[in-house]
């Protein structure tokens, strides 16, 4: 097998070759890189903007107060959306537990609904409004065309 690998060039040869073979095989002296490096110096300016300057910037690991109330109301929804889309698919099927299902979507919404205006009662209530008032709409919207739509039926 020695006498195979002197036919191929190294960089094919540490491919095809197992590893143990690869650890003892050394490629010739005039592939060798060398192994000095000097270092680049990094040149940092004086007059960076002003916002590398400004240490009570939000990083992005930091919350702000309207997070948690956000968090909470985004957990409300998903609930309040999987209880939508359950009774959406038990009314489209007419099932004998849609009338249910319709009842507990709305209650789920009443909740989020709760949560949403109490929330916008509190100093936060621009943030909050902005990140999650068009979702909470749009679900609200989304039930009660279910709820008319199961009337007609």
């Given at each position: 097998?020695?006498?195979?690998l002197g036919r191929i060039s190294p960089r094919v040869a540490r491919s095809t070759i197992c590893t ?134």
């Open positions: 097998m020695n006498s195979s143990q073979c690869s650890r003892s095989f050394t490629p010739p002296r005039s592939l060798k890189v060398n192994t000095f490096h000097q270092p680049s110096t990094t040149i940092i300016p004086r007059n960076l903007p002003r916002f590398f300057h400004n240490s009570q910037s939000r990083t992005f690991a930091s919350k702000t107060p309207a997070d948690d109330t956000v968090e909470q109301i985004q957990e409300q929804y998903a609930t309040a959306r999987d209880e939508f889309e359950i009774a959406t698919e038990e009314t489209e099927k007419k099932s004998v537990y849609a009338a249910d299902d319709r009842a507990a979507a709305r209650e789920e919404l009443n909740d989020l609904k709760e949560i949403y205006e109490r929330a916008l009662e509190g100093s936060d209530a621009d943030e909050v409004r902005r990140r999650v008032g068009q979702r909470i709409r749009e679900l609200d919207n989304a039930v009660e065309r279910l709820e008319r739509s199961a009337l007609e039926d």
